[in-house]
C-alpha cells in the first residue's frame, strides 16, 4: 500500500462507486430448476410454516400427556382478617359449659381471631387412571395426523408448482416455434406486396397473407400472456417475492413426455388407495375414534391417587404476634383417594354412543375415498390415454404441415407454386400447430394428475 498512487487510485474508486450505484436499480435473476422451486416453496410458503408449528404443538401435547403421572406439587397461602370475630355456641349442660350455666341455656364464646393465615405445602399424585393409555395413544395419533396434513399440503403445493413450471415451458417452446412463423409469413407477405406493386399480384393475396400474420401475432401474444400467468402462479405457490426476475431452468423434452405416458398409465392400473395420503389420514382418523371411544368408557371406571399436605394454622389477635412459635403447630396428612362414578345421568353411555357414530363416519369416508380412488384412477388413464392419441395425430399433422410448407416454399421458387398455395400451406401449419401445443399441454396437465393419483408426489412431501 505505500507504493500506491492514491491519485491514480481515485478514478478507478469513483467508476467503482458509480457502476455499484447503477447496478443498484437493475434486478438481478435467479435461476430455479423444478426441484428448486420446490425447495424454495417448502421454506418461504408460509402456509407450510403454520402447518409445521401445528405439528410441533401437537408433538407438546404428547408431552403433556406424558407428564399425567409425574407428581404435582404446589404451596397454597391464605391470610383472613375478621372484622367479626368466630362465636362457638354452648348449653348448660354440656362438657364445655360452666357449672353456672342453667340446663338447656345457650352461652356463645368467643373462639375466633382477627387474623389468621393458613400456610400449606400439598402434594398429589396419580396412581391410576383408565383413560390414560388411550389419552396418550390419541395424542400420538393426532401428532401423526398433523404430519400427515403436513404432507398433504406438500402434495398439493407440489402438484401446482408442476403444473405451472412445465406450462411455462412448454409455452417457451411454442414462442420459439410462433416467432420462426411469423418470420417466415412476414417474409412472404413482404413479397406479396412487391408483387402487387409491381402489377404481378392481386390485393386479396396481400390481405389474406396480413390475416394469417395477425392470427400469428395474436397467437403469440396470447402464449407470452399464458406464460406470464403461468409464472405467476408458480411464483404464489412458491411465496416468491423477491425483486431479482425468476428464469425456469431446463429443456422441455417432447420424448420424455410420451414416453411416461405408457408408463403411468401402467402405474394407474396397478395402483391401490394405501398409496394416497388421503387414505392414511383417515385410517388416523379412524384410530383416533376408536380411542376416544374407550376414554369416554373409561369416565365410568375408578381413578386411584394419592395426596400428601403439611401446613399451619396460626392465628392472633394481634398481627405482630402471628409469628410467635407457639401458634405455630404442624399439622399433615398422607392419603390415598379413590373415586368411584356411581351415577352420572347416563352420560357416559351417551358419550360413548356418540364417539361410536363419529367413527362409523370416519370408516364411511375411508370407504368413499375407496370409491373415489378407483374412479380417479379410471378417469385419469382414460385422460391420458386419449390426451396421448389425439397428441399422436397432432404431432403427425404438424410434421406433414411442415413438410408442405417447405416443399411448397420449393415449389414456389420453382414457379410451380403461387401465393395462395403458399398462404394455404401457413394457415394450414398455423393451425395444427396450435393444436399440437394444445393437446401436449393437455398430456403433461394429465400426466401430472396422473402422478398425483398414484402417489408419485409422497417422498417429496416426505411421506
Known amino acids: 500500500m505505500k507504493n500506491c498512487n492514491l491519485k491514480l487510485c481515485k478514478p478507478g474508486l469513483l467508476l467503482l462507486f458509480f457502476a455499484m450505484f447503477e447496478s443498484t436499480g437493475v434486478k438481478g435473476q435467479k435461476t430455479f430448476s423444478i426441484t428448486e422451486c420446490v425447495h424454495y416453496a417448502f421454506q418461504h410458503n408460509p402456509l407450510i410454516n403454520v402447518a409445521i408449528t ?66 400449606s405445602f400439598n402434594v398429589n399424585q396419580l396412581i391410576f387412571d383408565p383413560a390414560y393409555r388411550n389419552s396418550y395413544n390419541v395424542a400420538l395419533q393426532s401428532q401423526q395426523l398433523h404430519v400427515q396434513q403436513l ?61 394469417t400474420s395477425n392470427r400469428m401475432k395474436s397467437e403469440l401474444a396470447d402464449v407470452r400472456n399464458g406464460y406470464n400467468a403461468a409464472l405467476l402462479a408458480l411464483q404464489f405457490q412458491m411465496n416468491y417475492l423477491e425483486q431479482d426476475s425468476l428464469i425456469l431452468a431446463g429443456d422441455f423434452n417432447v420424448s420424455e413426455v410420451t414416453d411416461s405416458a405408457g408408463i403411468l398409465m401402467q402405474a394407474l392400473l396397478q395402483s391401490n388407495p394405501s398409496q394416497r395420503v388421503e387414505s392414511r389420514l383417515l385410517q388416523t382418523q379412524i384410530a383416533m375414534a376408536d380411542q376416544s371411544i374407550k376414554i369416554e368408557q373409561a369416565r365410568s371406571k375408578p381413578i386411584v391417587g394419592a395426596d400428601a399436605s403439611l401446613g399451619f394454622t396460626p392465628a392472633a389477635n394481634t398481627l405482630g404476634k402471628i409469628f410467635e412459635d407457639e401458634r405455630w403447630k404442624p399439622y ?84 410451380v407454386a403461387d401465393n395462395q398455395d403458399l398462404i394455404l400451406g401457413e394457415n394450414d401449419l398455423y393451425e395444427n400447430q396450435a393444436r399440437y401445443f394444445s393437446q401436449l399441454l393437455e398430456l403433461v396437465l394429465s400426466e401430472i394428475e396422473g402422478q398425483r393419483v398414484i402417489g408419485a408426489f409422497n417422498r417429496q412431501a416426505g411421506l
Open 332 to 415: 399433615s396428612y398422607i392419603g390415598v383417594n379413590v373415586g368411584i362414578p356411581i351415577f352420572n345421568g347416563l352420560d357416559v353411555k351417551r358419550a360413548v354412543q356418540q364417539k361410536k357414530l363419529q367413527a362409523s363416519q370416519s370408516r364411511d369416508y375411508l370407504d368413499q375415498f375407496a370409491n373415489q380412488f378407483e374412479n380417479e384412477k379410471r378417469t385419469t388413464y382414460t385422460q391420458i390415454k386419449n390426451s396421448f392419441e389425439r397428441f399422436r395425430y397432432a404431432d403427425a399433422n404438424l410434421k406433414i404441415s411442415n413438410n408442405n410448407v417447405e416443399l411448397l416454399h420449393e415449389a414456389f421458387i420453382n414457379g
Open 151 to 211: 404432507s398433504s399440503f406438500k402434495i398439493d403445493l407440489i402438484e401446482g408448482i408442476y403444473r405451472a413450471f412445465n406450462t411455462c415451458k412448454l409455452l417457451e417452446v411454442q414462442v420459439t416455434f410462433l416467432g420462426e412463423n411469423i418470420k417466415r409469413i412476414d417474409t412472404l407477405l413482404d413479397l406479396t406486396r412487391i408483387k402487387f406493386a409491381e402489377g404481378a399480384g392481386v390485393k386479396i393475396e396481400v390481405n389474406r397473407v396480413e390475416v
Open 54 to 119: 401445528d405439528t410441533s404443538i401437537a408433538a407438546v401435547g404428547v408431552q403433556r400427556v406424558k407428564g399425567l403421572y409425574l407428581p404435582r406439587a404446589n404451596f397454597a397461602s391464605a391470610f383472613q382478617y375478621y372484622f367479626t370475630k368466630r362465636n362457638l355456641l354452648i348449653e348448660g349442660g354440656s362438657e364445655l359449659a360452666p357449672p353456672s350455666l342453667a340446663d338447656g341455656d345457650p352461652l356463645a364464646i368467643k373462639t375466633g381471631y382477627n387474623n389468621s393465615w393458613y400456610p
